[in-house]
């Protein structure tokens, strides 16, 4: 989550301190000099990042909406979620879906970001990774599905209202 305009830069690292490896940005590729640069970022938001680390490469994706997607819609019109953003490290998406059946798939859902099936989150509810497995309930009803994105992995809550 890059918060404002002024924070407009990031470094990748493979420890949660500058005591591992950094990758920054040098003569305009990914480098693990300890003196490159940060890498660059178009404007503030929410990004997908996906990291090429032997080709030393990067792709970021904003995350202009997230969305619940699945069995209990016919895999058509995203439900839109709402965000709440508090500070960089408390990023939460909420969204309400009615579960008509549980046979066939009715019962399974994705979230979905952008309304594009690049970034996908799936898996188990306690980690959740793109393109993973779809989630399930088990039963009929009306559920709030909480989505935190504000550390690894990434979870969600399911409860029945």
Partial sequence: YI????????K????LSWSGVNYGMA?????????AGN???AEAGLYWCS????NLTYTLTKIEKVGLIGGFNGWANVVAMTESITAANDIKYTGTIEVTSVENGGNEFKFRMTDD??????GTVDNLVNGGDNLKVEEVGTYEVVLDLSSLPYTCTVTKK
């Fill in 27 to 35: 003569d305009g590729v990914i480098s693990t000099d300890g003196g």
């Fill in 117 to 122: 099936w690049a970034v996908n989150l799936g």
């Fill in 51 to 54: 990291v090429n680390i032997p």
């Fill in 3 to 10: 918060p404002n305009a002024e924070s407009k830069e990031f």
């Fill in 12 to 15: 990748f690292c493979t420890e």
């Fill in 39 to 41: 890498l660059p970022c």
